[in-house]
């Protein structure tokens, strides 16, 4: 299986703030990169797919880039509802799996 | 605007077999499109994929779970399904449906079920 791991595993911002988050594959998986958010309480959902595709309605803040086997998630400017936990997974092989997430809170 | 809704008994006996179903609105779960899958999450924890089902009945499962899990598909009524037999307390987790797009150029899981806790427990 590809091991997907994710740092920092949690971090605090404040509101405006710019945040990357790091996910690393154990082997090259192209682009087949997804990024998902997920609240308290919630199903996750979609932000970015293939690396750095927007998904419909996901504000312009959030980007996506990196390929092979490092990928980058940048949030341009923290927003209050963007405090949530983060997780990448890889779609380039069965089973698809994801990172241990990255739970961003308020400083 | 496709949904998914998962549902099914929250409290499962060990032993026994856990049966959810996922009902898909907006959408015919026909389509050539896509594929519809299974994703757990332990409390607390992380995600984990189970597998996935074609309108033809094709599927795929994880490893891990694969001698356990039966994932089939009701077109008829739009619905597909799940059941883990021989529970334990380690098959404890919310349970979601989601929908899985594949393309060329990736394959990602879009929209997602609101989730159901399955408890296993006597």
């Known amino acids: 299986d590809i091991q997907m791991t994710q740092s920092p595993s949690s971090l605090s911002a404040s509101v405006g703030d710019r945040v990357t988050i790091t996910c690393r594959a154990s082997q090259s998986i192209s682009t087949y990169l997804n990024w998902y958010q997920q609240k308290p309480g919630k199903a996750p959902k979609l932000l970015i797919f293939?690396?750095?595709s927007l998904q419909s309605g996901v504000p312009s803040r959030f980007s996506g880039s990196g390929s092979g086997t490092e990928f980058t998630l940048t949030i341009s400017s923290l927003q209050p509802e963007d405090f949530a936990t983060y997780y990448c997974q890889q779609s380039y092989n069965t089973p698809f799996t994801f990172g241990p997430g990255t739970k961003v809170d308020i400083k | 605007q496709v949904q998914l809704q998962e549902s099914g008994p929250g409290l499962v006996k060990p032993s026994q077999t856990l049966s959810l179903t996922c009902t898909v609105s907006?959408?015919?779960?026909?389509?050539?499109?896509?594929?519809w899958s299974w994703i757990r999450q332990h409390p607390g924890k992380g995600l984990e994929w189970i597998g996935y089902i074609y309108y033809t009945g094709s599927t795929y499962y994880s490893p891990s779970l694969k001698s356990r899990l039966t994932i089939s598909i009701d077109t008829s009524e739009n619905q597909f399904s799940l059941r883990v037999s021989s529970v334990t307390a380690a098959d404890t987790a919310v349970y979601y449906c989601?929908?899985?797009?594949?393309?060329?150029?990736?394959?990602?899981?879009?929209?997602w079920g609101q989730g159901t806790l399955v408890t296993v427990s006597s």
């Open positions: 907006g959408d015919s779960i026909s389509s050539a499109d896509y594929f």
């Open positions: 989601a929908r899985y797009s594949s393309s060329s150029g990736g394959n990602w899981l879009d929209p």
């Open positions: 293939a690396a750095s």
